[in-house]
Structure formats: structure tokens, C-alpha cells
């Protein structure tokens, strides 16, 4: 009966021809949007898992109420937690590239640290800073600006002092009679006055050429801005083809540099700070050290909460302000929740598209089967008269539709497939920072799936 199945199926290869066709759409889509779906969750957990490096584990102070930041001793009080190889703490400043051409950009500055393990963002062509007067630029700001390695840049960062720096720099400035701008009170339109000197310990010497400013700020200090300027050798460019992802940084320097702008001087309002970064020390399980880590930060920063906005103190996982370590991996479903939503949008989208197709397949099979059945009256009244029962002649006929539907659902697994392998070739090859998955994740319960629908 399994070869009369057979040889019945090749004498209708017309009609087969259409089953089978309608069976591979409605497969392929199936496969396409799952599989699609988990390349596109695995490429979305990439992008954000850059700003991590290698890194083991992340720390981050979280309030259950409004947001703050980790503290800026991070660093040197991650080293005394058992178990903790390094730490570094990334740190943001808004500012201001200016070329030898005098082409300006407003950009996104992020330090940048010298454990490999804990960098982001490596340098394509080129090295990493390795000094204080080094600097690595993304390639779109390059691109933009004609920057080339080895070129001299200046970074202008506004800092914002309180009132009290304010003053104290006002009357240092107007005592001082030589300072090139004039005092303050020389008849200046802007209300600036500017100076020489680099360093931190005062508005004066925040930076080469700083510029001193009595303006209120919107930032919650009644202070004024500090125009602080140093200037730059580029050593490395980035890939930046994503840069609508996570707030990517356009420039990467040492924190020395930063510094050395008076970033971190107490009188300037906090710059922006990222999660603190650890690497474990080798052996250590990073899931089993996270609570020990949060522990141990939160013993040490528990004395700052009152600056951190903590009125209850800081503790390790519960209460009002809390400390929570994770691994690189949890912190990176965390951080991408948002996209992970929206491909399953997309994902939701396919299977819609799968379910219209599945419906259209499901019609064209059944009319078909109908007209081929009425075909073949004649021919399975005969096998009755010959002696055939009736579950024999119903068994034919299900075993040309399980043949026709097992083979035709494995060409669908493979379309599905090569759709997607497709769709990653061509992103590789149009948009090559992509951190794209190498090959299709397909698993093998999608195959299975596509396989019995």
C-alpha cells in the first residue's frame, strides 16, 4: 500500500506541486520568525553588553525611588572586597572637539580604562590612549571632522561651580590684574574672564585657557561654568556604526585626562557615572562573589548616604537605597529589556505572518486533496473490489499526505534557514559593526515546531 501511496502521489504532481508549495511558505515563515527572533535578541544583548567589556561583574546603587549614582571612591573600594581582581568606574563628560581646522563637534566623552577586561569600545585602527594627552575618537566624528591619527585635537568640557568657587575665583581673577580678558568687571558683555593653568584644586586651573562664567546653570547649582580646554593627540578610532544604541560614546580618554579638566575637583558638580565594572579573581564563581560584593560596597559607602540621597543608609539588596551586584550577563538582560521588547514585536509581527500563511496552506490542502480524492474514485473503488479495507484504502491516502507534508515542511526548515543566514550575510556585509551572532541560533525545538505544524 506504501508504494501505491507513492506512485499515486507522482501521478498527481500537479496538484502536488501546489500542497507542497503552500507547505513550504507556511514552514519557512515559522522558522524564519523564530529564528529571526533569536538572532535579533542575541544581537540586541551584544550591543548593549559592549559598555561592559569583559567584565564579570556590575555593580550599580539603585534608589526605589528617585535615581543617583555609584559613588566616585568606587574604584578603591571595590579593591578591598575579597575576591575582586579590579574595578573601574566609567565616568561621562559632555564636550566640545575642535580641530587645527577649527571644525567643532558637540560629543559625548566616556573614560576609558587600561584593563582590557573592563574597556569597551576597543580601537579599530590604531592604539588606546595610554597617557593622559591621548585621546581615541569614533569613526563617524573622524569621518565628519577630517581627523586622521595623529592629529591634535582640544576637548572643551563646562563645568558647573557652585557659588561659593564662583566668588572665590571672581575675586582671585580681579586680584590677580594680569589676566588677559580683563577682571570681571572690565566692561565684558559676556560676563567671562580667562586664565592659564591646568589642574583641578580651583576654577583658575580647571584647564589650559579656562573660562570662568557667572551664569546660573539649569543643573541645580547656583553657581556659574567652568570652560575648561586640553589638548589632545588621537592615538585610535572606534567603530561607532551604531551609535543610536546606548548613548555610545564619540570619544574615549584616561581618567587622567579627565582630571586633569577638573572633572573630579569637589567644587564641581558630580560628571556622569556609569556602573562600576569588576573582574573577579581567577577561580572565583562571579554569580556566588555578587552578594559579597554588594555587601562589601554598601558597608563602604554607607557613611555617603546622606550626600547620595540615601536617608536610610545603604544596604545590600533591600531598603530605600541598595547596592546590586550582578553578572555581566544578568546586567545586559537588564540593561536591554527595551529592545528585547521590541523584537519580540517583531517577532509577534512574523508569526502573524506565519499564522495568515499556515491558514492559506490549510485551505489549499484541503481543496486540493478534495479534487484529487474525486480523481480517484474509480481507482479506490477498485482496491475495495480487489479486497482492500477501509483503513487500507484511508491509510493510503494518509500516508501521501504525511509523505507530502514531512517532506515538504523539511525544504520549509531549510528556506526558513537560508532566509535568515541570508539576511545576517548581508547586514555583515552593509553594516559591519553589527555584533551580529555568526550563524543562525536556531533551536532545535523551532525545527521540531515547524516540522509537526
Known amino acids: 500500500m506504501f508504494r501505491f501511496s507513492l506512485g499515486q502521489l507522482r501521478s498527481s504532481l500537479r496538484h502536488s506541486g501546489a500542497m507542497a508549495l503552500a507547505i513550504i511558505v507556511a514552514t519557512a515563515f515559522i522558522v524564519a520568525a523564530l529564528a529571526g527572533s533569536a538572532v535579533m535578541r542575541r544581537t540586541m544583548l551584544n550591543i548593549v553588553s559592549e559598555q561592559y567589556g569583559s567584565a564579570d561583574l556590575v ?5 526605589l525611588g528617585e535615581g543617583t549614582q ?5 574604584q578603591d573600594d571595590a579593591a578591598q572586597v575579597p575576591g575582586v581582581a579590579a574595578a573601574f568606574l566609567p565616568v561621562a563628560v559632555s564636550g566640545v572637539i575642535t580641530t587645527s581646522t577649527d571644525a567643532t563637534e558637540w560629543t559625548l ?6 584593563n582590557p577586561q573592563l574597556s569597551g569600545w576597543p580601537v579599530a585602527a590604531g592604539r588606546e590612549p595610554a597617557t593622559g594627552g591621548e585621546v581615541s575618537l569614533a569613526t563617524s566624528l573622524a569621518n565628519r571632522c577630517d581627523i586622521a ?7 572643551t568640557v563646562n563645568l558647573y561651580r557652585e557659588e561659593k568657587a564662583v566668588a572665590e575665583a571672581e575675586a582671585a581673577a580681579a586680584g590677580e590684574g594680569t589676566d588677559p580678558a ?6 565684558e558683555a559676556d560676563g567671562t574672564a580667562s586664565g592659564e593653568g591646568t589642574g583641578a584644586a580651583g576654577p583658575r586651573d580647571a584647564g589650559e585657557g579656562s573660562v570662568l562664567s557667572d551664569e546660573s546653570v539649569a543643573t541645580g547649582y547656583d553657581g556659574g561654568v567652568v570652560e575648561a580646554t586640553v589638548q589632545l593627540t588621537v592615538t585610535g578610532l572606534f567603530d561607532d556604526s551604531l551609535p543610536s544604541f546606548w548613548d555610545r560614546p564619540a570619544a574615549q580618554v584616561l581618567p587622567e585626562t579627565l582630571a586633569q579638566l577638573g572633572v573630579f575637583a569637589d567644587s564641581v558638580a558630580p560628571p556622569q557615572v556609569g556602573e562600576l565594572l569588576i573582574a573577579v579573581e581567577p577561580g572565583q564563581d562571579p554569580a556566588k562573589l555578587a552578594p ?6 554598601a558597608a563602604a559607602w554607607d557613611a555617603q548616604a546622606p550626600a547620595l540621597g540615601c536617608a536610610d543608609g545603604i544596604v545590600a539588596g533591600e531598603g530605600y537605597c541598595r547596592v546590586g551586584a550582578q553578572t555581566t550577563a544578568a546586567a545586559t538582560s537588564q540593561a536591554a529589556a527595551y529592545y528585547l521588547e521590541q523584537a519580540d514585536a517583531v517577532t509577534a509581527v512574523g508569526l502573524v505572518a506565519a499564522a495568515v500563511s499556515l491558514l492559506v496552506a490549510f485551505l489549499v490542502i484541503a481543496n486540493t486533496f478534495q479534487v484529487m480524492l474525486a480523481g480517484r474514485i474509480r481507482a479506490l473503488g477498485l482496491l475495495r473490489a480487489v479486497g482492500a479495507t477501509r483503513q487500507q484504502v484511508r491509510g493510503t491516502v494518509l500516508t501521501e499526505a504525511l509523505v507530502m507534508g514531512v517532506g515538504a515542511a523539511a525544504v520549509g526548515v531549510g528556506a526558513g534557514w537560508a532566509l535568515i ?7 555583515h556585509e552593509m553594516y559591519p559593526a553589527i555584533p551580529l551572532p555568526p550563524s543562525v541560533e536556531m533551536a532545535p525545538w523551532v525545527a521540531g515546531l515547524a516540522l509537526v505544524v
Open 109 to 114: 566623552v566616556r573614560s576609558l580604562s587600561t
Open 421 to 427: 543566514a541570508g539576511a545576517i550575510w548581508a547586514a
Open 149 to 155: 591619527l595623529g592629529d591634535t585635537v582640544s576637548l
Open 59 to 63: 555593580v550599580s546603587l539603585g534608589l
Open 70 to 74: 555609584v559613588p566616585l571612591s568606587a
Open 182 to 187: 580683563g577682571p570681571l568687571d572690565a566692561g
Open 292 to 297: 559579597q560584593v554588594a555587601a562589601g560596597l
